[in-house]
């Protein structure tokens, strides 16, 4: 039975997200050359959020809410996480469908994908579901970091399952580009059959990474926009799309890399 989801994401393109790091150089990047009508800040809970800038919108990101976890974290840790994201306003909270949080902030470390064993889907629906009566914030669920070959199997069960909570719990889906792309080569299949996947699903949020579109992983930028194109014109209902900042990722590549996809989408609209 599809669940009645009454928290419903605002009809409004947010733009383009980068990551929200406490520093000074970061702050001086975000202020001074970004625009709050076309960008947003994602930031990962808990953590401390007083420096935050009010003027943009933000999205909350965490990896301390496990949603495959048979164990639920502490009452505790899940009330701060809520709380800082009704402080900040967000539009929407992220997790992962994962076995094992961390609560290190921006940097993950690896997170653990789920187990698929009978009553996983139904456990992780409820458990959104309570999230969202008690909280009262829209809630979207990304996969965990099962993506290459030696998960198998498994690993398009991984994206059935996303599709199928999504639609069971209605809830939007985050969908990370370079993630996908790297399933797509792994087992020699291509970037729209992954895809296939989430057919009926509604789509909220893209991740693109910064260190996705560098020489250094052989992912040129274009290659990875008409990557990015695809999914626009793939799924309407999209609200933004983040900037991924990874643990080696120097500062001037990741704004370099959001300046670049912001104004590309700024043509794009035109």
């Known amino acids: 039975m599809k669940l009645e989801n009454n928290l419903k994401i605002e009809d409004k393109f947010l733009g383009v997200g ?3 790091v406490d520093s000074p150089e970061y702050i001086d990047f975000i202020k001074n050359e970004l625009d ?9 809970l808990p953590t401390s959020i007083k420096n935050v800038p009010e003027k943009f919108p933000k999205i ?13 974290p502490t009452s505790k840790l899940i009330k701060d996480v809520f709380d800082q994201a009704k402080t900040l306003n967000a539009q929407w909270i992220g ?9 290190t902030g921006v940097q993950f470390g690896y997170i653990l994908a789920p187990i698929h064993e009978d009553g996983l889907q139904a456990r ?10 008690e909280f009262g914030v829209p809630f979207v669920i990304e996969l965990g970091p099962r993506y290459h070959a030696w998960g198998g199997q498994d690993v398009f069960e991984d994206y059935k399952l996303l599709r199928n909570i999504s639609v069971e719990a209605g809830v939007p889906i985050i969908l990370d580009i370079p993630h996908t792309f790297a399933t797509a080569n792994a087992f020699n299949v291509s970037f729209e059959k992954i895809l296939d996947f989430l057919d009926g699903a509604q789509v909220c949020e893209l ?14 930028f274009d290659d990875r926009w008409e990557q990015l194109k695809t999914c626009l014109e793939r799924f309407p209902g999209i609200r933004g799309i983040t900037v991924e900042l990874g643990k080696n990722t120097p500062l001037d590549v990741y704004c370099n890399t959001v300046k670049k996809v912001t104004e590309r989408l700024k043509a794009l609209s035109v």
Not at 36 to 44: A, Q, W
Not at 95 to 103: N, V
Request: proline residues 2%; hydrophobic residues 35%.
């Open 18 to 20: 980068v990551a929200w």
């Open 36 to 44: 709050s009508n076309h960008n947003y800040l994602e930031v990962h």
């Open 95 to 103: 997790e992962h469908l994962s076995i094992l949080g961390t609560t």
């Open 124 to 133: 992780i629906v409820e458990r959104i579901r309570n999230y969202q009566e």
């Open 207 to 220: 991740h693109i990474g910064a260190d996705g579109v560098s020489k250094r992983r052989n992912i040129t």
């Open 60 to 72: 909350a990101h965490c990896s301390t809410l496990p949603l495959a976890d048979l164990c639920s």
